[in-house]
């Protein structure tokens, strides 16, 4: 027998042992067992026979002659990738926003289309049909834009549609958090708004320096005025905080966490890394080597926030690769990859081709795309990885991440359950 490669074995302080399965997110924990000692009663065959047992049935331990990638990730990614249980569809109901932040994705586009009413029909019709052909048990609709806030109209009428089409939607906005308009939100809460996320990338001195408006003044007060008001005329709503990290305020994340402490704001709270786009790398790009997403996620952790494992997980297959998955632009066209909406090089076909061959062969073009590396196949961590992003690829900005799933996600996974425990 030996440990599936996918089993991350971590030792906790307290001398137990974490096992975390990155295929199936179970895990289990030992009490005083160091890694060595475990891989060596699973070598020699020497565990008792019902914990045995029990960790055959959670493929935590397999045959050596097993095949994790081909017999366990495989079939478990395409259940992810290939179901209808679930479907997932991004409208982006425009691109112009009120705020210019200088590290948006969305600088590379030039025109600031707003889906005009003739595409916004088309949207509603594309998702009538997916809905009824592949009879989904939970849709996930997210808008975002731009700043989709600024077109609420347009985002009631959606919502209303997709209400007379089928029960099951679960709505979500992407915002900037600068919409303060509570009877507009009110009336999204009753059409089925769940979450709503909201971007702070740190105290005022921080997020000022990069989210503004045109005139240039920031944005954080207007920000945490609508939080304190939507949490307290709307606690149903789930508000999720997103701090986007830089090379200047990842030092800082502290003060942020002592603004929402002190503001009596407590919304869960994610953390994401700004990237380069397409069209060039922004100056404040944190380097991959460098250890702040486990410092950031170790100071939230100890001030009450949770985390899953390896923070967004992407179920076991990037979005580009998922068939339930549709990203569609401000102009009906879709697009393999979020961060790539108005790249012609990563637009597919309209969604008015929808059940055309055409559709499905150019769909399938960005499902097939191959890993980074051929060591990906034998990466331990492919399961979180998917061989590597293709966007970052696309304009050379891609870097292994294996060493900081090592440094920092081992790490960030430690925490989590050290406070747990």
Known sequence: MKVNKYVNLIELND??????????????????????VFYKAVAENSLPTHLKKELIQKYFIVAD???????????????????????????????????????????VITEKVVMNDK??????????????????????????????????DKMIRIMQACNKINNSFYFSVVSNGTF?????????????????????????????????????????????????????????INIKLNSNLNDENKNHVTELLDVLEEKEIKYPLLFSKVISTANGKFDKTIEDNDSFWYQAHKQAIYRGYDFK?????????????????????????????????GMNEFRQAHVNDYGSAMF????????NIGYAYDTCDS?????????????KRSHDDFVCPKSSFENDSLMIIKEIFEVKS
């Open 15 to 36: 001398l137990s042992l974490l096992l975390y399965h990155q295929v199936t997110k179970q895990y289990i924990i030992f009490d005083t067992l160091s890694k060595k």
């Open 65 to 107: 002659d097993y095949d994790e990638k081909l017999q366990l990730l495989t079939p478990v990614r395409n259940m992810f990738t290939y179901s209808t249980a679930n479907l997932d569809i991004i409208v982006h109901l425009n691109y112009d926003c009120n705020l210019k932040c200088s590290y948006c994705y969305q600088n």
């Open 119 to 152: 595409t916004e029909k088309d949207v509603i019709e594309f998702i009538r049909k997916i809905v009824l052909d592949k009879n989904p048990e939970y849709i996930y609709l997210n808008f975002i834009g731009g700043e989709p806030t600024l077109h609420t």
């Open 180 to 236: 303060g308009n509570m009877k507009k939100i009110e009336e999204l809460l009753h059409l089925g708004l769940n979450d709503y996320f909201i971007t702070l990338d740190g105290a005022r001195k921080d997020h000022d320096k990069y989210r503004v408006y045109e005139s240039g003044k920031g944005s954080f007060s207007t920000i945490i005025r609508n939080l304190k008001r939507i949490q307290e005329k709307f606690p149903e």
């Open 309 to 341: 494992p390896y923070g967004r997980e992407i179920n076991l297959a990037c979005m580009m690769k998922q068939t339930n998955c549709f990203i569609i632009g401000a102009d009906g066209f879709l697009f393999s990859c979020i961060e790539a909406v």
């Open 360 to 367: 499905e062969i150019i769909r399938s073009q960005a499902q």
């Open 379 to 391: 990466c331990e961590f492919l399961p979180n990885c998917d061989g590597g992003c293709y966007y």
